[in-house]
C-alpha cells in the first residue's frame, strides 16, 4: 500500500508544480510512472464488486464443482479466467500454462496446437539468456495470438532433489544462472504483450506430499539460494506477477507466509507487481492480510476465500480497505505496465520460425557427456546402425502435467499412467512425433539402419552384434505431482544397454529424461548423450548431434550423482505415504545446493554442473581477476580444433580465506570458428560473494583473501587468481 501512496503523492505534486509553472513544457511521462498513475485512477473509480471481482478467478476448464454454462463469452477453455471490468477499459485476465509453450490441456480446444518446446533443464543447458528471450517472446506471442493475455510459466525453482518429478520444468540448480535465464524468458514474454509469472515462490522443490511438504531452512541460506534466484529473475524480467507455491516454508503456507510476501518481496526487494495462489493453494481469506493478492483456480479451494470470508473481514476490519486497494492496484498496474490494456490485435503466429527456434534450443541444450575414441559423430561411411529403445521408432519423450504441450505435429504416442492424487488423470506418457529413427535414417542414408524396440536384453544383443554401431535410446518419464523414489533407469532398460554393448563394442546412449540418472553401464558404453526431453524438434536434433551435423554445446545444469548415496537426503521425505502427509524436511544443505553441496562435502559427482564435450577442442590463456568493490576477470578463448564450436567459459568462487565456498559467479556462452580467439570480460553480482545477515537485513562481503577460477565445469578447473577484497555490506 506505501508503494500507491507515495505514487498519488507524487502526482499530486507533480499537478501542483506544472500549475505553477505553466510555460516550462511538461516533462515526459516514463511507461513506469504511466502503469502508476493508470492503475492508482482506475482503483479510485471501482465498486467494491469491482475490486473484489479482480482478486480471484476460475479454473476455466470443467474440473470441481463449475457451471461453464455461467461464464462470460470471452473465456477460453485453459488454466484460468478472472472477469474483466469493461466499463473502466480492464480486461478480463485469460490465463494458460506455458512453462515450455502454451499448453491445450487433454485437447479441449480442438484442433488448436502450440509449438512445444525443450524441456526447462535443455534450456538451462544452453548457458544463453539471449535464446531463452527468444523463447519466451515467441511463447508470449503465441499465446497473444490465441487471445491470452497471461502466461503461467516462469518456472525458476533450483533443482535441489535430482529425483523431483517436476524438475525438467525448472533451469538449474544454481540461483544465478536459473536467475539470469528466467528472467530472459520473462523479458521475452513481455515483450510479446503478455504478462508472465515466475514461479513458484519459493522452495518447490519435491513433489511428494508437496501441499504438505514444509521445508525448513535457514533464512539467510535461502536467500543465498532459492530466493537469489527468483530475486534476480524479477530485477531482469519485471514479472507482472508472482506465482506462490503449495509447499510450507518454515511452517507457514508459500501462498500465506508473510515473512516471504510480504516482508521479502514486497517490503525489502520492492516488487509492485500481484501474487497469485497456484491451484488449489489457498486455506483462508486470512492470506490476503499475509501478502496474497489474487486467488486462483477458485473451485480447487475449498471455498471462494476472497470473495464472501474475505468480504465479512472488510465489513468487522480485520481486512483493512487499503490492503484491498493495493491487491487490486498491483494488478492493475501489471496490466498497464505489460501492454495488456487496450491492446491491438495480435499478429498471425509463424509456426515455421519457432519450429526452428524449438530446433535451435534442442540443439544447443544437448549435452555430449561421453566419448571414448571419438565414436561421435558417425562417420558418413558407417555401414550398419542398431537403433534400439521403447517407442524410438514414434518420436521423442516429454514431461507430464500442467506443461505438457500439443504441438502442430501432434503426439506420436499417449498412454495413460495414472496415479493416486489429483494429479493421476494428468499422468500421461506423451511422445512428440517425429521418429529418431526416421531422422537416422534421413542423415544416413547409405546406412542400413534396423529397429529393436528394446524390449529383452537377448534381442537387442542380437541385433546390435550385426551393426557397425548400436544406439540406445533409453526414456525416464516425469510428472507434475509424482517424485521418483531413485535414480534408476524403469522397464529394464539398464539390462538392454549392457546387453547392447557386450555384443557391439561401438554402443552410444542417448538419455531422454527429466532428470539425471544413475550409469551402472557408464564404463561399457563409448558415448552418452543427454537430450533431455527435447520437444517437438528433437528428433532431428538428436541425429543432427550424432552425425555431426551440429557441434554439441550444452553443459549440464544440473550435477549427476553417482547414486542417492551422494545427495543431501538419501531418500525422499515421506515417499510412499498417503497423498497430503504432513512432513517437515530439514533442507540441511542451506545455500549448498548441486555442485555446492558436493564440494563442501568433498564428494565427486558422476558428471558435474557445467560439464559438457564437444567435437572440437579449446584453450584458456591469460586469465587475470581483480578485486574492489566485487570481483571482475578477463580471459582469452581460442578454438584450437578444427571445427566450429561453442564453448561455455565459467568463473567461479572457489574459497574464501581457505574456507571452501563454491559458487558459480558469471559465464558467458563463445560461438568460435576453428582457430578463432576472442578476449572477454566476467563482471560479478557481489551477492555472489557475500553472506546475507538476516538480522540487518543486508548482504556482507567478508574481508580478505578470495580465490577465483576460470574453469570448464564446477570441478574441471583451469586457472585460479586470488583477489583481495574488503570488509563491506550492502542491500
Known sequence: MRVRQIVVALLLCGTSIVAGARERPAAIETAEVAADRWATETEARMTDDERFSLIH??????????????????????????RGIPRLGVPALRETDASLGVTNPFGVRKGDSATAFPAGLAIGATFDPGL?????????????????????????????????????????????????????????????????????????SNETNRHT???????????????LA???????????????????????????NDHLLNAVLKNQWGYKGWVMSDWGAVSGPDFAMKGLDQQSGEQLDKQVWFEAPLRAKLADGSFSRARLSDMVWRILRSMKAVGIVGQAKAPPIDFAAHA????????????????????????????????????????????????????????????????????GMWRIERWFAGAPLAALQAALPQASIEFDPGVYPQDAAALAKRADIAIVFVNKYESEGFDSPDLSLPGNQDAIIAATAAANPNTIVVLQTGNPVAMPWRDKV???LAAWYPGQ????????????????????????????????????????????????????????????????????????????LSYTTFSYSDFAARGGKTVSARVTVSNTG????????????????????????????????????????LSVDPRLLAHYDVKANVWRIGKGDYRIAIARSAVAVESIENVYLDERSFR
Open 57 to 82: 478467478g476460475f479454473m476455466a476448464l470443467p474440473v470441481g464443482s463449475v457451471d461453464p454454462s455461467t461464464w462470460p463469452k470471452d473465456v477460453i477453455l485453459a488454466a484460468g479466467y478472472i
Open 132 to 204: 531463452v528471450q527468444a523463447v519466451g517472446q515467441a511463447v508470449g506471442s503465441e499465446a497473444r495470438a490465441k487471445g491470452f493475455n497471461v502466461l503461467l510459466g516462469g518456472g525458476i525453482n533450483l533443482a535441489r532433489d535430482p529425483r523431483n518429478g517436476r524438475n525438467f520444468e525448472y533451469i538449474s540448480e544454481d540461483p544465478l544462472l536459473s536467475g539470469l535465464m528466467g528472467g530472459a524468458e520473462v523479458r521475452g514474454a513481455q515483450a510479446a504483450g503478455v504478462i508472465s509469472t515466475v514461479k513458484h515462490f519459493s522452495l518447490n
Open 213 to 227: 511438504w514444509n521445508a525448513v531452512i535457514d533464512d539467510g541460506a535461502h536467500r543465498e539460494s532459492d530466493l
Open 230 to 256: 527468483f530475486q534476480i529473475a524479477i530485477e531482469r524480467g519485471k514479472p507482472g506477477a508472482i506465482m506462490c507455491g503449495y509447499n510450507l516454508i518454515n511452517g507457514e503456507k508459500a501462498c500465506g
Open 356 to 423: 526452428a527456434l524449438a530446433g535451435e534450443v534442442a540443439r544447443k541444450g544437448i549435452v555430449l557427456l561421453k566419448n571414448d575414441g571419438d565414436v561421435l559423430p558417425l562417420a558418413s561411411t558407417v555401414r550398419s546402425v542398431a537403433v534400439i529403445g521403447r517407442n524410438a521408432h514414434v518420436g521423442v519423450l516429454s514431461g507430464g502435467g500442467s506443461s505438457q504441450g500439443l504441438p502442430p505435429g501432434g503426439w506420436g504416442a499417449s498412454i495413460p499412467v495414472g496415479g493416486p492424487g489429483q494429479m
Open 526 to 528: 563409448k558415448a552418452i
Open 537 to 612: 524438434q528433437g528428433a532431428s536434433a538428436i541425429a543432427d548431434i550424432l552425425t555431426g551435423k551440429v557441434n554439441p554445446s550444452g553443459r549440464l545444469p544440473i550435477s549427476f550423482p553417482v547414486s542417492t548415496d551422494q545427495l543431501p537426503r538419501r531418500e525422499i521425505p515421506s515417499y510412499g505415504s498417503p497423498p497430503n502427509t504432513p512432513v517437515s524436511v530439514e533442507m540441511t544443505e542451506g545455500a549448498n545446493v548441486g555442485y555446492r553441496w558436493y564440494a563442501a562435502k568433498g564428494l565427486k559427482p558422476l558428471y558435474s554442473f557445467g560439464y559438457g
Open 642 to 681: 578444427r571445427r566450429a564450436g561453442a564453448v561455455v567459459p565459467q568463473l567461479y568462487l572457489l574459497e574464501h580465506n581457505k574456507n571452501s565456498m563454491q559458487r558459480l559467479l558469471a559465464f558467458e556462452r563463445l560461438e568460435l570458428a576453428p582457430g578463432e580467439t576472442r578476449t572477454i570480460n
